[in-house]
């Protein structure tokens, strides 16, 4: 059973050693909800977590928490985070469950890190429900969100254009090509599309296009630029070739997505374009991209061999941290209280969306999506 909760201080640094995350798992009012509805547990927040998006401490004690410290609240039956656990911590877990995004299939390190600890798992990137992943849906509709805001403010200020064009003088807007359909793809096609831009929704699931094409339909006068097509190698080069911007958006649970944008693709884009790989922390479906910085929202590296620049940070939506915190809690919370009122294997046992978020336990890989990318380890 689970009788204590521990909320983590995130600490992620870029590859220049800066620290960039700045959300919490649960703002103080969720931990408060999570104490009037599960009398007896003990809540642990460890020190600061909140602090970067003005959460103090004593916000957290008045909400019935205790302040830790770090490798005490490693050592609590329920973990809660945000980012992956952290190497150095592996060795510090005992007989408990971690929940956080985990994203092990881009690690085999990590993975084989975890399989030798006696704790059990829980990524939030792979609960789902009917094909979709409701624990991963407000970080992606938060980076969509800023991927077209980003890209408005990268046009204007690094290369003088304006994306929606000028149409009363024939000025088409910009060309988006954005590849896969989920929650980050749907989300970008609107968010660029009321921005004037002319938008490719490009996804490989039949069922899924079909549903794309109906919505965008309906909604013709708020998303006027769309056009969804199925994502076959000629319609990606078509959609790729000319765009100005082009988003990687591809999802599979507990699975890398497949490397379909290749550099010799990327050269046919505009030059001084600019590429999302919203997918990148599970090891992005565009050749040649490696991680950047929030901190350096407009300092952005050239695709090797191309003329178009990237911008990967994988922990987007900390760019909007206080909004992404309040929005991961609210939805996160209600699968946290059913692991505090029945404990993890009930828990599983009676909601298949906890029980698909499980990818490792008692030293060994249970989701099927996960053991598919390292089907030799144990």
Do not use: H, M, W
């Given at each position: 059973m689970v009788s204590s909760v521990a909320i983590l201080r995130e600490a992620k640094k870029d590859n220049q050693g800066r620290e960039v995350e700045s959300r919490v798992i649960l703002i103080p009012s969720l931990v408060q909800n999570l104490k009037a509805q599960c009398s007896g547990v003990r809540i642990y927040v460890e020190k600061d977590a909140g602090l970067k998006i003005d959460f103090a401490n004593t916000a957290y004690e008045e909400a019935g928490s205790e302040i830790c410290f770090h490798d005490e609240a490693l050592q609590k039956d329920l973990i809660l985070g945000v980012k992956e656990t952290g190497s150095e911590d592996f060795s510090k877990l005992g007989n408990n469950i971690f929940m956080s995004y985990q994203h092990f299939a881009q690690s085999r390190e990590r993975t084989e890190a975890a399989l030798k600890t006696r704790a059990t798992f829980l990524a939030l990137e792979t609960m789902e429900e009917g094909g979709k992943f409701p624990c991963l849906a407000p970080m992606s509709e938060a980076a969509a969100k800023i991927i077209a805001r980003h890209a408005d403010e990268y046009a204007l200020l690094s290369k003088k254009i304006i994306t929606s064009g000028l149409p009363e003088t024939g000025l088409h807007g910009a060309k988006v090509a954005i590849l896969g359909g989920g929650c980050v793809g749907r989300t970008a096609a609107?968010?660029?599309?009321?921005?004037?831009?002319?938008?490719?929704?490009?996804?490989?699931?039949?069922?899924?296009?079909?549903?794309?094409?109906?919505?965008?339909?309906?909604?013709?006068?708020?998303?006027?630029?769309?056009?969804?097509?199925e994502s076959t190698p000629q319609n990606i080069r078509d959609a790729v070739r000319g765009s100005f911007f082009l988003v990687s958006a591809m999802y599979s649970a507990g699975k890398k997505p497949e490397k379909i944008v290749t550099v010799d693709l990327l050269k046919t884009m505009v030059p001084g374009g600019c590429v999302y790989p919203a997918d990148i922390d599970q090891g992005s479906g565009v050749e040649g991209t490696i991680e950047t910085s929030i901190l350096d929202p407009f300092d952005l590296p050239v695709l090797t061999g191309t003329e178009v620049f990237f911008f990967s940070p994988p922990n987007l939506p900390s760019m909007g941290a206080r909004t992404a915190s309040e929005a991961l809690g609210t939805v996160v919370l209600p699968y946290v209280i059913e692991i505090v009122k029945n404990g993890l294997d009930k828990a599983a046992e009676e909601d298949p969306v906890i029980r698909s978020g499980i990818n490792i336990k008692e030293g060994k890989i249970v989701h099927a999506g996960l053991a598919s990318v390292f089907p030799l380890l144990k």
């Open positions: 609107e968010e660029f599309s009321q921005r004037g831009c002319e938008v490719i929704l490009l996804d490989k699931n039949p069922t899924l296009i079909k549903s794309l094409i109906e919505y965008i339909k309906s909604q013709a006068i708020r998303f006027p630029k769309v056009k969804v097509l």
